[in-house]
């Protein structure tokens, strides 16, 4: 048996931010896959690592560096035969730049992800509500993207992102699912009331959050990090692209 015939280009997941976003993405990558077979579905590889540090304390400085764990996660994933590479984690982009240089292989950013998909969804201008963590929205990662593509960010008041918003994240990543329903509907509905044009779930722990099955009731576009980052990976396989 020739050994070429296993080789071909593989997605790279890099992942453990948290634990279950990363699962949660590839669930998702295949459940968005319209395919006749198996086969027809993209070979991808997770380095699902929990050990990462923490991100907003990692780049406030009051904890660990994140950057070498995720440079490492990179470099297995690259060796393994990643042609590609996606980081379903927000606040990770923060490190976007100094990751797509340790690497000739390219990296799908999810900023540009939901972008595309806000205009997928005939999302093309207006008012556009942000969640995620705080480290995250502070920091501009989503607004100075979506001004740059025409759009108005809107920004909750700091307690909601504080209170509801980072509760909602925190209990995701204790796996407490049905009780982050509350605090995500809560922040949702509160930027619908600032007469949002769509919502984008800019933490991948918020569409966890917020299962589909209960979207259509929030009466908004929602734009799932998630979903919008499998969709570029889907894209990015289709074309063919090195």
């Known amino acids: 048996m020739n050994d070429t015939q296993f080789e071909g280009r593989f997605l790279g997941v890099l992942g453990g931010m948290g634990p279950m976003a990363g699962a949660v993405f590839m669930q998702r990558l295949v ?15 997770l380095w699902n690592d929990p050990r990462v540090p923490d991100r907003p304390a990692g780049f406030a400085g009051s904890g660990p560096d994140p950057l070498p764990w995720m440079k490492n996660g990179v470099s297995k994933l690259v060796r393994a035969g990643a042609a590609a590479l996606v980081i379903p984690c927000n606040t990770a982009h923060l490190w976007y730049e100094q990751l797509a240089a340790s690497t000739q292989v390219p990296i799908l950013h999810i900023v540009q992800a939901v972008v595309d998909d806000l205009r997928s969804q005939g999302i093309t201008t207006g008012r556009i509500g942000l969640l995620g963590t705080a480290t995250t929205l502070k920091l501009g990662l989503y607004q100075n993207a979506l001004q740059a593509h025409g759009y108005e960010p809107v920004l909750l008041p700091d307690h909601l992102i504080e209170g509801p918003c980072a509760a909602s994240i925190k209990l995701v990543k204790n796996n407490r699912f049905a009780d982050a329903l ?61």
């Open 182 to 242: 509350e605090p995500a509907t809560c922040c949702v509905t509160a930027l619908r009331r600032l007469e949002v044009n769509a919502v984008v779930l800019g933490c991948t722990e918020l569409p966890l959050a917020l299962p589909h099955h209960h979207r259509a009731a929030l009466d908004v576009v929602l734009t799932d990090s998630i979903d919008s980052l499998a969709r570029a990976a889907l894209r990015w396989y289709r074309s063919g692209q090195t």
């Open 31 to 45: 459940a968005l896959t319209d395919s006749p077979s198996d086969q027809q579905h993209v070979p991808a590889i």
